[in-house]
C-alpha cells in the first residue's frame, strides 16, 4: 500500500520513520499543501492525508483525486472545516479525522498562558531584558486564590480543569452539555454571562460554529472583571480581536492570552520577520505588552504529532482495507 503525505512539517519526520518501521506501506512526502499545483502528486498512491487550515473549496481537486482512484483523505487535525464534505461525498472520497490527539498538549499550552499572565511575565522579561531588575508592577495573585472560568468543558476543558484544579484553583465551567460526572472538580454555571462576571481567568475551549462565533465581543467582553485574563487556545474566531483590541485599551481587561487569532490567517507558520504586516488587529495586538501571542502551537507537542501520524495513517488503511473507520466524518 502506498500513501502521500501532505503538509509535512519539521515535526512529523521522526513519527513517519517510526510509523514506516511497524507498518508494512511505502510512504512519500511533500512539505506542499494539498492545492490545485500539487493535486497532481498523488497520483499512483492509494491513499493520501493532509494537513492544512485553508480551505480546499476548488471542486477540480476533488474531482482529480477522485480520476487518480483515490478513496479517502486522512486528515491528521480534529477539524474538518477545511473540506467540503459535499464535493468528497460527491467524488467518493471518505474522510477521515484525528478527533483527539493529545488533549493535554492543548490544556498545557492554556495552563502556559495562565501561569505567563499571572506572574506578569509580559512585564518582567523586556524589564530583565534591558537590565531593569526593579520589582513595581511585578506583584502578582497565587492561582489557588482565585477562579478559572472554562468556556466548554469538553476533552480539552477537561484536562485544563483537572491541571488548574490541581494547583488549588476554584473552576467554574460554562457548557451547553453539562457532564458533572466527569468533570467533579468544575462548578458549572447556568449562564454564560455568569462565568465571564465570575472569573479571574477564562479560558475557551469550545468548537468555532455558529454557536460560538464571535461569542467574545463588545458585549460579553464588558461582563469581565477588569483584572481578569482572557485566553484562547481555542479558534480564532470565537473572540473579536477589534472588540478585544477596544477592551484592553479602555481597561475593560488585564490582559489575553492568544495561541490562535480571527486574523491568524496568511501569517501564523509564515517569516514576516522585516516585511510589513497588513492586518490592523493583529498589529495592534502585537504591540500591546499585556497580550501573549503564540502561533497556534498549543497542539504542537511531540506525544501530539506522533498520535496525528499514528490516528490518520491507521484510520487510511482501514479505509482502504475494509472500508470504514471509527474516525469517518460524516
Ligand atoms: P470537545 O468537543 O471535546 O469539547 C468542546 C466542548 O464545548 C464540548 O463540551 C461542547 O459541549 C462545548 N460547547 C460546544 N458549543 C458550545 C457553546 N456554544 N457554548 C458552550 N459550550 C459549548 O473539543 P476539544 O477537543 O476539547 O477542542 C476544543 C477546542 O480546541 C476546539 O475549538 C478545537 O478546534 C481547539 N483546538 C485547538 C488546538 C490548537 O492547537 N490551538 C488544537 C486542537 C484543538
Request: glycine share 4%.
Given at each position: 500500500m502506498k500513501i502521500f503525505i501532505y503538509?509535512?512539517?519539521?515535526?512529523?519526520?521522526?513519527?513517519?520513520?517510526?510509523?514506516?518501521?511497524?507498518n508494512n506501506i511505502k510512504i512519500e512526502y511533500t512539505t506542499e499543501q494539498l492545492n490545485s499545483d500539487t493535486v497532481s502528486l498523488a497520483q499512483g498512491f492509494d491513499g493520501i492525508s493532509i494537513k492544512q487550515s485553508n480551505h480546499i473549496t476548488?471542486?477540480?481537486?476533488?474531482?482529480?483525486?477522485?480520476?487518480?482512484?483515490?478513496?479517502?483523505?486522512?486528515?491528521?487535525?480534529?477539524g474538518y472545516d477545511m473540506i467540503d464534505l459535499k464535493l468528497a461525498n460527491k467524488y467518493?472520497?471518505?474522510?477521515?479525522?484525528?478527533?483527539?490527539?493529545?488533549?493535554?498538549?492543548?490544556?498545557?499550552?492554556?495552563?502556559?498562558?495562565?501561569?505567563?499572565?499571572?506572574?506578569?511575565?509580559?512585564?518582567?522579561?523586556?524589564?530583565?531584558k534591558s537590565h531593569n531588575f526593579t520589582w513595581p508592577g511585578l506583584l502578582a495573585p497565587e492561582i489557588r486564590n482565585l477562579t478559572i472560568g472554562i468556556i466548554g468543558v469538553g476533552r480539552i476543558g477537561g484536562v485544563y480543569a483537572k491541571l488548574v484544579s490541581g494547583l488549588g484553583a476554584k473552576v467554574i465551567g460554562y457548557d451547553i452539555v453539562r457532564r458533572e460526572h466527569e468533570n467533579p472538580v468544575?462548578?458549572?454555571?447556568?449562564?454564560?454571562?455568569?462565568?465571564?462576571?465570575?472569573?479571574?481567568?477564562i479560558s475557551i475551549h469550545t468548537p468555532h460554529d455558529d454557536s460560538t462565533e464571535n461569542m467574545i465581543n463588545k458585549k460579553t467582553l464588558k461582563l469581565?472583571?477588569?483584572t481578569a485574563y482572557l485566553i484562547n487556545t481555542a479558534r480564532g474566531p470565537i473572540v473579536?480581536?477589534?472588540d478585544l483590541i477596544d477592551a484592553l485599551?479602555?481597561?475593560?481587561?488585564?490582559?489575553?492570552?492568544?495561541?490562535?487569532?480571527?486574523?491568524?490567517?496568511?501569517?501564523?507558520?509564515?517569516?514576516?520577520?522585516?516585511?510589513?504586516i497588513k492586518s490592523k488587529e493583529l498589529k495592534k495586538l502585537l504591540q500591546m505588552e499585556n497580550v501573549l501571542i503564540t502561533p497556534h502551537i498549543?497542539?504542537?507537542t511531540k506525544t501530539a504529532l506522533k498520535n496525528m501520524i499514528d490516528i490518520s495513517l491507521d484510520s487510511a488503511i482501514e479505509v482502504l482495507t475494509s472500508k470504514t473507520s471509527k474516525n469517518i466524518v460524516k
Open positions: 503538509g509535512v512539517h519539521d515535526g512529523e519526520f521522526e513519527p513517519i520513520d517510526e510509523y514506516l518501521k511497524i476548488d471542486e477540480s481537486i476533488y474531482k482529480k483525486l477522485n480520476t487518480y482512484n483515490i478513496k479517502q483523505i486522512a486528515l491528521r487535525t480534529a467518493n472520497l471518505t474522510i477521515t479525522n484525528v478527533p483527539a490527539y493529545s488533549p493535554n498538549a492543548i490544556a498545557e499550552m492554556a495552563l502556559t498562558h495562565t501561569m505567563f499572565l499571572l506572574r506578569k511575565m509580559y512585564l518582567t522579561i523586556p524589564r530583565i468544575v462548578e458549572y454555571q447556568e449562564t454564560l454571562n455568569e462565568l465571564l462576571r465570575k472569573a479571574d481567568i469581565m472583571k477588569p473579536n480581536s477589534r485599551e479602555n481597561k475593560e481587561l488585564a490582559g489575553a492570552g492568544l495561541d490562535t487569532l480571527d486574523c491568524e490567517i496568511n501569517y501564523f507558520q509564515h517569516n514576516y520577520h522585516g516585511k510589513e498549543s497542539f504542537f
